[in-house]
């Protein structure tokens, strides 16, 4: 028991230290983590875990960067019929086979490292806008309550509208903020995040802060984007073997 607190404890706090270097990860590295090392009963238990950290963090992103309303009112399209869709597939998550759940986590891992890798969508008009908020955040729905990420559509909506890093650090933050709170609800409501989970997942919110400090000062040190792109590779790797891991190879 203390050997799997110690190695889940140690996985937040690599998580946390991933995204307080280059803004991203915290989600794909804890659950792609500890689906890998199988040190959960189930892998829908590491999607609760990571639930309170994701809040919380969040949480603190959104406020440091303000316009909260401004925000909100840009992008209320996206957060909407996104907020529906993992509320309303958090409930099939709890459904899935384990070997089905690894392999849509592994193909959403892929998909989120190759996107943000080599993907730069062509601009997006503002006439287009309003439909593509609608069908982005509904795969970012669908994405987000399977696996409890929903990056991938998110990233390349933005990059498509290209915003500058204050308002794509401000924007993901708050749809994923907000994002993590049907998602919560919805592992509530099935059972799997109890008191015992929803107790360890607060207690993980420890290593990712103290993680997102040491990745602060990694950040000032360091060439931000190169060690982002090492990172890429690393979860488009983890992303494959969770794919080969669900298919029996």
Do not use: C, H
């Not at 009963?41 to 639930?51: F, G, K, N, S, T």
């Not at 559509?153 to 890093?165: A, E, G």
């Not at 207690?203 to 990694?218: C, K, R, W, Y």
């Amino acid at each position: 028991m203390f050997d799997a607190l110690f190695i889940i404890f140690a996985i937040f706090l690599l998580a946390g230290t991933i995204k307080g270097t280059v803004g991203i990860g915290l989600p794909t590295a804890s659950i792609s983590l500890l689906s890998q090392l199988s040190v959960v009963e189930q892998p829908q238990i590491a999607v609760a875990l990571v639930i309170f950290p994701m809040m919380i963090s969040n949480a603190w992103q959104v406020y440091r960067g303000g316009d909260i309303i401004r925000t909100a009112k840009r992008f209320w399209p996206f957060l909407v019929i996104m907020l529906v869709m993992i509320w309303l597939f958090s409930q099939v998550s709890a459904a899935l086979p384990t070997d089905v759940f690894v392999l849509i986590l592994g193909s959403v891992i892929v998909v989120f490292a190759l996107s943000s890798l080599f993907v730069k969508p062509p601009a997006l008009a503002d006439k287009f806008d309003r439909p593509v908020q609608i069908g982005a955040g509904a795969v970012a729905g669908v994405m987000g309550g399977l696996t409890g990420i929903w990056s991938p559509p998110m990233v390349i909506y933005f990059l498509s509208r290209r915003l500058d890093k204050d308002d794509f650090v401000r924007a993901s933050g708050f749809l994923i903020f907000f994002g993590s709170l049907p998602l919560g609800l919805g592992y509530w409501q099935n059972d799997i995040m109890n008191e015992e989970v929803a107790l360890m997942s607060l207690l993980m919110t420890i290593p990712v802060i103290a993680g997102f400090t040491i990745g602060e000062f990694i950040r000032k040190k360091m060439d931000g984007a190169r060690f982002q792109k090492v990172l890429l590779i690393i979860f488009l790797l983890m992303g494959l073997n969770l794919i080969r891991k669900a298919a029996g190879f």
